[in-house]
Each structure stands twice: as structure tokens, then as C-alpha cells.
């Protein structure tokens, strides 16, 4: 502001300006109203957002978003939202109806747009060729994780012009941190001895994190936790651990530990804590943030899987 322009010789100029200015100030002070529909999307909008945004998650930390059912307080939250964030790729089969249902008319970003997804055969149907799955977890790749915080940066510096020069100077120094997280997720893993790269999950939520950095995961249940793990799926992982003597099981926060500790029972893996898939933590968790919540996994692999 050329507030130094202005010297005390125009009482009246001066006044005026602080008027206005105050007026300006009060619309300052007002954050624009972001709700993203889980945790881990809430976290990059914050990111890039910063003081200007004032972010609501739908899904809360520790809770899961595929098979989420919507309260009546989702739909009055997004009535009042400026900016929409929702991942696609078939994450929120519950948030077309919602949004539809709420009135909103804020715009939507598709925080996943532009990444290439990856297609899953449904093998625990029929054998159908044409059973497939888009695998949602996308972010679980640090490469998609940039492009969703480009696609979040876009949409608020289109539904704020006003602050454009903010959001892309916070986006960028944000997405350098992203780059250095993924230099050390490389490193990392190249440390593990390549004959035990290899973790049992709950659900298939690492797709994207497999094909990127070469951990391979193994999980009794699809890419959705809507399905449930069949005795046979059981049977079929319980007898691949023993075969390729994997070392770990890994139990996602977001699912029901049983599964897993019945698989660690059966085949002698060990449990080898806790890792963070579809939500972050809460605010005094281990994982309250994407940033975080990447390092804890990494942390918990490399525990589990580094020594023989
Ligand atoms: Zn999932």
C-alpha cells in the first residue's frame, strides 16, 4: 500500500485512505472458506492456503473416506464453502449427491486432475475382464501429491485473484519441500535390501507409492475397504507370507486391526506398526500433516523391513 505517499498535509486525503483501508482490513481479516472432503487434502490446501484460508475437512483424521456416510452438518458446510477440494478417481462415491444436495456454489477442484491413474483388475470377482477399479490412492505417490497441490493452488488463486501472488509463493515453497521429502523416500528405500521390499497392508492403498519408489505391497482386500476380505483371501495372503517369507504386516489406522493381527497369527509375520494410508492423524498424533504422515510410514517400512 503507498501509505507513505499520503503526508499528514492532507488530514481529510488521510482519513479517507483509512477508511477505506479499514474497510479493506475487515475483508482481509475474512478467510477464504475451503472444505476438502478428507484430512490428507485438507492438509495441502492448508499448505498453500495459509492465514488466507480457513480449511474444514469433511472425513475427519483417523476416519475412512470410502465408504463415508455424510451428516446433515456436511451438507450446511458446504453451503457456506468458497472453494471445494475433492480428490476423484472414485474416492468419494458419496460427494456428487452431497455437493448436489447442499446448494453449494463454490467451485469444485478435482485435486487429482492430470495424474495418470492407475487401473486395477478386480480379482476378486469372476475374473470378468472388464471388472476394474481405478485405484483412488493417488497421493500416496509424492509426484501426484505435486500435481494435486498445483490443481489446489490453481483453484484458489482463480477463486481469489485477489491473493494469487500468496498462494503461489506458499505452493512453491511447499513443493519444494515435497521434492526434498521425495529425495529422502528414495534414499530411504534403496537402503532396504531388495529381497524384503515387500509389506502386507489392509487394503491396496499403496498402488501408487509401489509403482513409484518399489516397495511392493500385498493386501487382502481391494482397493476400497467397502469390500470385505473373503476365508479365502485369508487363506490365499496367509500362505503367500510363508511362501515368500515376507517380513512384515503392516495395520492401516483407518481399519479394523483383526484382519491383520489374524494374518500375523497365521503366517509368523511380524506387525510392524502402524501406517497411515487414507487419513492423517489428529493434531497430537504422529501424522498431522501429508508431510508427516509420508516420513512415519517411511520410518515404520524402513524399521520393519531394514534388518535381516
Ligand atoms: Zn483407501
Redesign the pocket.
Known sequence: MPRGRFSTGWPLALALLLTILGGAARAEADPLRVVATFSILGDLAAQVGGDRVAVTTLVKPDA???GYAPAPSDAKTLAAADLVVVNGLG?EGWIDRLIRASGTKAPVVVASKGIKPIEEADDHGHGHAHDHHTD??AWQSIANAKVYVANIRDGLVKRDPAHAAEYETRAKAYLADLDALEAEVRATIAKIPPARRRIITT???FGYFTAAYGLTFIAPQG???DSEASPRDVARIVRQIRAEKIPAVFL?T?ADPRLMEQIARESGAAVGGKVY??ALSGPTGPAPTYVMMMRNNLAAFAKALGSN
Open positions: 475412512d473416506a470410502h474416492l483412488p490412492h487394503h491396496d492403498a482397493v476400497s475397504t492401516e483407518i494410508s487414507d
